[in-house]
């Protein structure tokens, strides 16, 4: 992976206050960054998929019962990483547009299933193409090394992250607040 050149801080050599600089500087935020990347790569996903009348988090519900049977709205929003509320309403939104269809589970009635339709599988491949051509944009801008490698170091992160965080005051610097 090619280094990339680091943001240079606008407020750096500024009189900054001491208890900020005691934490790392908002340009080196892993939150921040990881937003900032976040919202560039879906600038680029936005423009298509609004010309077929969809959300990024509709497509992703789209996306993840295409490669599944079936699914309940908790594994869907696990699937996703939205809220279950969200997919809720992403359900009924697409459900009322007859790309998904949503039916009881046999084995709990208190429980439905959500499966894409056959016109939904037809949409994803009207999109796919234009969707692959979007990835090939990221590539050639970003580079295939560097995408392959950013890939492999976010599964990473996440593999190193996916346990439960510790609680606050686990961590030598956390102290609750004096009142």
Known sequence: MTQRQKPKSAAAGVGSAPAASKMRRFDQS???TLLKAHEAVLRTFIPHLRAHDLSTQQWRVMRAL???????????ATACS???PSVSRIIQNLEGREI???QPCDRDSRRSLV?????????IQEIAPE???RYQYIETQFGAENLSGLYELLNELIE?????????????AEKLPAD
């Open 115 to 123: 499966s894409i339709t056959s016109y939904g599988l037809r949409l």
């Open 66 to 76: 295409a490669e599944s049977e079936s699914l309940d709205v908790s594994e869907l």
């Open 160 to 172: 190193a992250l996916d346990s439960a965080a510790p609680p606050f005051g686990a961590l030598g």
């Open 100 to 102: 998904l269809r949503r």
């Open 30 to 32: 892993l939150p921040m």
């Open 82 to 84: 939205l809220l279950r």
């Open 131 to 133: 969707s692959e051509a």
